[in-house]
C-alpha cells in the first residue's frame, strides 16, 4: 500500500499518456508517433526538472 500511495501521481500520468498515445495510434501512425515523441520529450524535461530519487 506504500508503494501505490507514494508513486501515485506517477503512476497515474503515465497511465493517462499511454491512453492518449494509444488513441492516437488508433487514428493514424504517423499522428501516433508524433504524439509519441512528445510524450518522451516532455517526460524527458519533467524527469529532468524532478528527478527520480528514493522515497
Request: glycine content about 8%; proline content about 2%; charged content about 10%.
Amino acid at each position: 500500500m506504500k508503494f501505490t500511495t507514494n508513486y501515485i501521481e506517477d503512476i497515474l500520468i503515465i497511465s493517462g499518456l499511454t491512453i492518449i498515445v494509444t488513441a492516437t495510434f488508433l487514428l493514424s501512425t504517423i499522428a501516433g508517433l508524433y504524439c509519441l515523441g512528445c510524450v518522451f520529450l516532455a517526460l524527458g524535461i519533467y524527469f529532468t526538472v524532478c528527478p527520480i530519487r528514493k522515497r
